[in-house]
């Protein structure tokens, strides 16, 4: 069965610092891969996609996710997160052609402290 | 504002009984989904619709019921069936359900069953 395994459950930093939350996914056929996001209050709201071409793709807010296919992997990254980066963060993975199916992984909470 | 609501945002049942919990969206999408959310889970997909008047299970149907007679809306019935009905349910809508269609959320409904 596809699973998606995220890492991290609970990531503290602090301004300014860097951010890598992990994601792995199996499944071994084309897939599509996003990163959701939910701030406090509020709903779920897509980060970045990753359907095909330039496997760097970058989001809203400075955001930026890696597709490694030989790793099955698909990182979400930030060079420096603000106060305002606190969330819980969800990976998800789609099989292509899968009438959007998504799996998702278990969500990382990042707390950033000013 | 376009969106999805769900409502009531906490409902409280006695075990045994059945609940509806209510999705509408005036987004105009096509696509309907029903998630539920456990801590340390993830969402898990629940049913899917990607047409009125026609639904299909997702991972974890059993114990719910659905229904797509309108476009705009997609209510979902906790059984009495269903052996832990405690849990955030998140409602979802996308354009279609092909792979360039990403899911709007709906704010959530956390029902407890005592």
């Known amino acids: 069965a596809q699973s998606v395994s995220q890492h991290n459950h609970h990531v503290i930093l602090s301004e300014a610092a860097s951010l890598e939350l992990g994601c792995n996914y199996s499944?071994?056929?084309?897939?599509?891969l996003f990163w959701y996001v939910q701030y406090p209050g509020q709903h779920l709201q897509l980060l970045l996609k990753?359907?095909?071409?330039?496997?760097l793709v970058k989001g809203i807010k400075g955001f930026e996710a890696e597709f490694i296919k030989s790793k099955f992997s698909f990182n979400l990254r930030k060079p420096s997160v603000q106060w305002s980066d606190t969330a819980e963060y969800f990976c998800?993975?789609?099989?292509?052609?899968?009438?959007?199916?998504?799996?998702f992984g278990a969500g990382t909470r990042l707390a950033v402290h000013p | 504002d376009g969106g999805i609501t769900q409502s009531p945002k906490y409902l409280f049942r006695k075990e045994g009984q059945n609940v509806t919990l209510s999705c509408e969206q005036n987004?105009?999408?096509?696509?309907m989904y029903w998630y539920r959310q456990d801590p340390g889970q993830g969402l898990r997909l629940i049913y899917y619709?990607?047409?009125?008047?026609?639904?299909q299970k997702g991972d974890i149907a059993e114990g719910y019921s659905v229904s797509r007679e309108k476009k705009e809306s997609f209510p979902l019935t906790v059984t009495s069936a269903q052996k832990n009905p405690t849990a955030f349910y998140l409602c979802?809508?996308?354009?279609?359900?092909?792979?360039?269609?990403?899911?709007?959320f709906g704010n959530g409904t956390r029902l407890t069953v005592t």
């Open positions: 979802a809508s996308s354009i279609g359900t092909g792979d360039a269609s990403p899911l709007h």
């Open positions: 499944y071994g056929g084309t897939v599509n």
């Open positions: 990753y359907f095909s071409g330039d496997p």
């Open positions: 998800a993975v789609a099989h292509s052609g899968g009438y959007n199916k998504l799996i």
């Open positions: 987004l105009n999408h096509d696509a």
């Open positions: 619709s990607q047409i009125v008047n026609d639904f």
